[in-house]
T-cell receptor
Framework: KNQVEQSPQSLIILEGKNCTLQ??????????LRWYKQDTGRGPVSLTI?????NTKSNGRYTATLDADTKQSSLHITASQLSDSASYIC??????????????FGTGTLLAVQP | GAVVSQHPSRVICKSGTSVKIECRSL??????MFWYRQFPKQSLMLMAT?????????EQGVEKDKFLINHASLTLSTLTVTSAHPEDSSFYIC???????????????FGEGSRLTVL
């Protein structure tokens, strides 16, 4: 069964600190892994997308890693800011060829950055 | 950058009425759009895949007669919640994939969501 699990479920950190969010998946056939940031009451916004051959990708203070062998990904946030408070969702894509592509969503990690 | 617009952002209706939510891709064409439902503190749940010019594909457990989807053009998909009831109250989000980008790895753009409250 295709599944995406994220940890921790929620996290509170102080402004300026770093944090790392985890995503473990059992999705086959694996195509790519995406991290999204979703502010409360808003739609998700893409942070990174990584394919099988990519190990790391950065977007400003966000750095995502991917280990396709262990089927794990992490999202590292550096020097957190209050505006980083949001839900972070890991989405893994299974591609069955042609136009058949299925996205499996993780349950998200709710991050709260406190002053 | 590419933008997906949803309207209305918030809607309150009486039980038994129908509500239509629009999803538009503003600066790109999308043959496929997706509709999701999200309950508080939960992740997005795919409801259906909207295909331009053909019938939508619904996920298991989603009533197609309850949630009508129409994808009449390459830039517009609509979700109509028919005979809404309080349990239909939720956050509905659409997403669209840019037709011009790689199907598998191309960016998926999300709308801002529509908060439906059924009294």
């Amino acid at each position: 069964k295709n599944q995406v699990e994220q940890s921790p479920q929620s996290l509170i950190i102080l402004e300026g600190k770093n944090c790392t969010l985890q995503c473990n998946y059992t999705v086959s056939p694996f195509s790519n892994l995406r991290w999204y940031k979703q502010d409360t009451g808003r739609g998700p916004v893409s942070l990174t997308i990584m394919t099988f051959s990519e190990n790391t990708k950065s977007n400003g203070r966000y750095t995502a890693t991917l280990d396709a062998d262990t089927k794990q990904s992490s999202l590292h946030i550096t020097a957190s800011q209050l505006s980083d408070s949001a839900s972070y969702i890991c989405v893994v894509s299974a591609w069955y060829g042609g136009a058949t592509n299925k996205l499996i969503f993780g349950t998200g990690t709710l991050l709260a950055v406190q002053p | 950058g590419a933008v997906v617009s949803q309207h209305p952002s918030r809607v309150i209706c009486k039980s038994g009425t129908s509500v239509k939510i629009e999803c538009r891709s503003l600066d790109f064409q999308a043959t496929t759009m997706f509709w999701y439902r999200q309950f508080p503190k939960q992740s997005l749940m795919l409801m259906a895949t909207s295909n331009e010019g053909s019938k939508a594909t619904y996920e298991q457990g989603v009533e197609k007669d309850k949630f009508l989807i129409n994808h009449a053009s390459l830039t517009l998909s609509t979700l109509t919640v028919t005979s809404a009831h309080p349990e239909d109250s939720s956050f509905y989000i659409c997403s669209a994939r840019d037709l011009g980008l790689d199907f598998n790895t191309g960016e998926l753009f999300f709308g801002e969501g529509s908060r439906l409250t059924v009294l």
